[in-house]
């Protein structure tokens, strides 16, 4: 039996709903100016681009171990720049996720998680067919239960390059983050690196290859690697004069942790405001 959805859930989806109306607002009205959707999908693609974009992003992995249930993670995920001067800008990338997590009764924990920022200093117009961006990576402890997360603040440097020539790109995000102290469940050293791969095609569709190799430095011995190896497919699409954009695609967990699950599905929305 699920139990009933905490507040703090509710909370989430009101939190998403003003980002997204409030971004909605913002937006500009389309020209015979804007991007096509292919050019669209070629800047949602680099993560430094400056693309404004809002979106949600689910995650299912069925069977886990012990409890044979799914566990899910729903995340609202805000990417928005910023003007530092004439020649740089900041990139913020903020994940505020909702959490679903099987329990052994065939019931679930479900709850808000810790909430990652991402910020990155990068240059407003680069030149080359590379781009990168440097800054800090900051996880507050936004999580309402000790299942969902550590009760720490956490710091930590995260870095980008992405290459993109015609219709290929490919990038490498990197980042470790470290609690201000905590043991136990709330101690956090964690290290991610997220591949991208993306081959664009004709209005808008592009195959794509998108995933982040964890390691979770608290750990046991043997647990402590999480490689998910995935491939997909997407769009960016038009409708009512708003660009959108939505991607499918499976994962295999090559390598993971004894309690993780083998196999995930990811599903993204997006809107974007060029």
């Known amino acids: 039996m699920t139990p009933d959805i905490p507040s703090s859930f509710g909370r989430t989806a009101a939190i998403a709903v003003l980002l997204t109306s ?5 937006a500009q009205t389309k020209t015979n100016t804007s991007p096509s959707d292919q050019e669209l999908a070629k800047l949602k693609q680099n993560p430094v681009s400056g693309l404004r974009q809002v979106g949600l992003d689910t995650t299912l992995s069925p069977d886990v171990p012990v409890t044979g249930g799914t566990e899910g993670a729903y995340s609202l995920q805000v990417v928005w720049p910023f003007k530092l001067t004439e020649n740089w800008r900041v990139i913020t990338y903020s994940i505020v996720p909702v959490l679903q997590l099987p329990e052994e009764d065939g019931g679930y924990e479900v709850g808000l998680g810790n909430a990652l920022f991402n910020f990155y200093v990068t240059a407003s117009n680069p030149t080359g067919d590379f781009v990168w961006g440097v800054g800090p990576a900051v996880l ?9 997360g550590s009760d720490r603040l956490g710091l930590g440097p995260s870095g980008v390059l992405y290459y993109a020539k015609e219709d290929w790109g490919a990038g490498l995000v990197l980042q470790n983050v ?3 102290g905590g043991d136990s469940r709330n101690e956090v050293n964690a290290f991610g690196a997220q591949y991208i791969l993306n081959y664009n095609l004709p209005q808008g569709w592009y195959l794509y290859s998108n995933s982040t ?3 979770d430095w608290t750990a046991d011995s043997g647990d402590e690697w999480t490689v998910p190896v995935g491939g997909g497919f997407g769009k960016v699409f038009t409708v009512a004069g708003e660009s959108l954009s939505a991607s499918l695609q499976g ?4 390598i993971r942790p004894d309690d993780s699950a083998k196999w995930a599905i990811n599903f993204q929305f997006s809107i974007l405001f060029p």
């Open 22 to 26: 409030t971004s909605l607002v913002c």
């Open 213 to 215: 190799i964890t390691a």
């Open 140 to 148: 507050l402890p936004t999580r309402n239960n000790s299942d969902l």
């Open 251 to 254: 994962i295999a967990n090559v």
């Open 178 to 180: 470290w609690s201000g």
